[in-house]
């Protein structure tokens, strides 16, 4: 039963991705905001971003960050790093978050699958261990998974421009 659960879902995430057959007409931001369970958009700007004590802030380089249990939210500027803040990176270690219903604990080889299918283009990075994904030179994925294959560990940026090569 638990299989059949999990092939019906894999399934409804396949055709919630079959839009993205026209590569490059789909905006991959609005794309991963709509499939996402997690707390603020990806690129919501700083201006609208309202948490409370839940979370710590902790100052970082030409950034800050947000951290929550099993979850670390980065804003920075974007699209450019010299521009305004936004909502631009994720890790998520938690399994209460997760995107095209890929989440901590899934197989990596799911994951995978789920991706590329919506797709994401991509490299296995680390033999088995990390792979890393992109849409439209908009958004980026990793998966990083333990010894077992099964993923700890999602990072989802929306990816940003550096024309000024600033170094933080």
């Not at 994951?111 to 296995?124: I, K, L, M, Q």
């Not at 088995?128 to 030179?137: L, V």
Request: proline share 3%.
């Amino acid at each position: 039963m638990k299989k059949l659960l999990l092939l019906l879902v894999f399934v409804l995430l396949l055709s919630s991705c079959a839009n993205t057959v026209i590569p490059n007409k789909i905006n991959a931001i609005d794309e991963i905001n709509a499939a996402m369970s997690l707390p603020f958009k990806l690129t919501l700007p700083e201006k609208d971003l309202e948490y409370d004590d839940e979370y710590t802030m902790e100052p970082g380089f030409g950034c800050y960050v947000l951290r929550k249990d099993g979850l670390i939210i980065f804003v920075s500027g974007w699209p450019d790093v010299t521009d305004s803040y936004h909502v631009t990176e994720y890790r998520i270690t938690g399994s209460d978050y997760g995107v095209f219903g890929i989440s901590i604990g899934s197989a990596l080889d799911d994951g995978v699958a789920v991706f590329e299918s919506c797709g994401y283009t991509g490299d296995e990075t680390e033999a088995g261990r990390r792979y890393d994904f992109r849409k439209n030179e908009q958004v980026s994925i990793a998966l990083f998974a333990d010894t077992e294959g099964f993923i700890d560990e999602i990072w989802l940026t929306a990816i940003t421009t550096n024309k000024d090569d600033i170094v933080f």
